[in-house]
């Protein structure tokens, strides 16, 4: 470990202000140390060095944050909807302006190479663009009752504080796509980001304010005791929303926690989405698609195709052409402008690959590339492929979250659709194939809330993100979808 590492912004104009993204918790408008004087580092991936100190957020430091977002509620509830779209305009403006600032931000916290970062960074933005766009189209229901007794009037209101917690993988993005419709809703927030990527939340909280978030509507908080400071917000009856992103574990505990107060949950949890190549796909573009799917992020998202299913008469063509580009890839610190596959964000997730990899080779699995950590500094993994590897391995029932491509082969639709429905996740799926009635067959068969035919992408803030069974409960972005977990609708028999 180094000491606390700063950039010039002589040597490059984007360079971010770590300082400035570190000065302390945002609560109602304002930084301010933690009650407990505590910090928590900040590490580098590509590096091991320390990058900034952020505060470690206490019990009471959450309770500033409820009565800041209670403070600011009626407000901003109050504020005309064209108003805050203009707000939430502005922060995509700006997002767009300071793009390049950002994305390095995010790979320099996080690792990824500045290529998925600034990617990272238009979608992020997309959902400030997007949600001003819904806030002023928000509409209820009228209508007669059945029986011609009454008229039912239906409104729809903001649910109350929401509590909003996220994990590194898209520092930026994951934060935005609950941020951005919250507030185009009418509600006030607190944001726990992660304790790896804090910097990218708070650079964005001043960013927010400058754009015109009045004080109180967004908070920011860090802590390393996220358990204690979700139970005390979470009791606290001006909070109505619980918003999470991270894994299925996780979310599980939250879920017993909200259930103490019957809170709204929004859940987006792990994956293990599966990957379809038939016989009669176009071998370069499911090579293409499968490259996006498995190495945006360096395979650390949650749509990341963890297992790859190719039939028979195109498997050893599909096994060679993938090698042949993952061996390929220029692994690289993140910041380093032809990386393409960054480190991953700490040393136990390279071990955890690690473990999956050694466990299936040790069931017959077949390495065809990479395979092992290199020693020396940073928190890297080469990207990997293993061919046949077997039903039972580790790594076709967990996330492997690192770039490692687990192939197997199949013979017949229904065999392969049913193997990829055998997991407890459902978030994404991928299928290629040239014969659209089959692609079409095989989608609606697929358990999973996102399906990419012929594509290797599905993220999009205008289409419903989300999992079934146990990737998580409710969507977010989509054309009312995202905005509606933060409303309540409100009933009115009316006679006149
Ligand atoms: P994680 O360990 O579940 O952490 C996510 C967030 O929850 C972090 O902010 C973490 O804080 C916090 N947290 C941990 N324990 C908590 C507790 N007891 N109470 C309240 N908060 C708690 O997940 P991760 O490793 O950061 O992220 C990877 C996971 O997220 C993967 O499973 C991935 O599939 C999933 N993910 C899902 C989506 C989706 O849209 N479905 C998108 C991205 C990622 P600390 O950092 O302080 O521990």
Redesign the pocket.
């Known amino acids: 470990m180094t000491a606390i590492q700063q950039t010039s912004p002589s040597q490059n104009r984007n360079a971010p202000d770590l300082r400035a993204a570190s000065r302390g918790l945002y609560i109602d408008g304002a930084w301010r140390p933690s009650a407990s004087g505590r910090m928590i580092k900040v590490t580098d991936p590509s590096t091991e060095a320390v990058l900034a100190l952020v505060p470690d957020a206490t019990i009471e430091d959450a309770a500033a944050a409820v009565e800041a977002a209670g403070k600011a509620a009626e407000g901003w509830r109050n504020t005309a909807p064209r108003k805050r779209s203009e707000i939430l305009r502005r922060c995509f403006e700006l997002m767009v302006e300071r793009s390049e600032m950002l994305a390095q931000l995010i790979s320099l916290e996080n690792g990824k190479a500045l290529r998925d970062a600034r990617g990272e960074v238009a979608y992020a933005a997309e959902f400030f663009r997007w949600n001003a766009e819904e806030a002023v189209r928000i509409t209820g229901e009228f209508g007669m009752a059945p029986a011609g007794t009454n008229r039912i009037i239906v409104d729809y209101q903001p649910i109350g504080i929401c509590f909003l917690?996220?994990?590194?993988?898209?520092p930026a993005a994951?934060a935005t796509r609950k941020i951005a419709p919250a507030l185009a809703a009418g509600c006030t927030v607190i944001l726990?980001?992660?304790?790896?990527t804090p910097l990218t939340a708070y650079a964005l909280a001043a960013l927010y304010a400058e754009a015109g978030v009045p004080p109180g509507v967004v908070n920011v908080l860090?802590?390393?005791s996220?358990?204690p400071?979700?139970a005390a917000i979470l009791a606290d009856s001006r909070v109505r929303k619980l918003s999470?992103?991270?894994?299925?574990?996780?979310?599980r505990?939250?879920l017993a926690?909200a259930s103490k107060h019957v809170i709204s949950c929004s859940m987006?949890?792990?994956?293990n989405a599966p990957f379809l190549v038939f016989d009669d796909a176009d071998l370069d573009v499911a090579l293409d698609g499968a490259m996006v799917a498995k190495m945006r992020n360096a395979g650390e998202?949650?749509t990341a195709a963890n297992r790859i299913y190719v039939q028979s008469g195109i498997y050893d063509a599909f096994v060679e052409g993938l090698s042949r580009r993952m061996a390929a890839l220029r692994v690289g610190t993140g910041v380093e402008e032809a990386t393409e596959c960054g480190p991953m964000i700490t040393r136990k997730a390279v071990d955890k690959i690690d473990r999956l990899v050694k466990d299936a080779t040790a069931r017959g699995a077949r390495l065809i590339c990479g395979g092992a950590a290199p020693a020396g500094q940073g928190f890297f993994y080469p990207p990997t492929v293993l061919a046949d590897v077997p039903a039972e391995a580790e790594m076709a029932h967990e996330?492997i979250?690192g770039p490692v491509a687990p192939l197997s082969r199949f013979e017949t639709e229904s065999e392969v659709i049913a193997r990829a429905n055998d997991t407890e996740y459902g978030?994404a799926a991928y299928i290629f194939t040239r014969d659209l009635a089959r692609g079409m067959r095989v989608a609606s068969r697929i358990e999973a809330g996102m399906i990419a035919l012929n594509r290797g992408l599905v993220s999009d803030p205008a289409a419903p993100?989300?999992?079934v069974k146990q990737?998580?409960l409710g969507r977010?972005g989509g054309q009312h979808h995202g905005i509606a977990e933060f409303m309540e609708a409100k009933y009115i028999a009316a006679n006149f």
Not at 165 to 170: D, E, L, R, V, Y
């Open positions: 917690i996220t994990p590194w993988n898209f994951m726990k980001p992660a304790s790896e860090t802590t390393t996220p358990g400071l979700t999470f992103t991270g894994s299925t574990g996780v979310g505990a939250l926690e987006e949890l792990g994956g998202a949650c996330e979250f978030l993100f989300g999992g990737s998580g977010e």
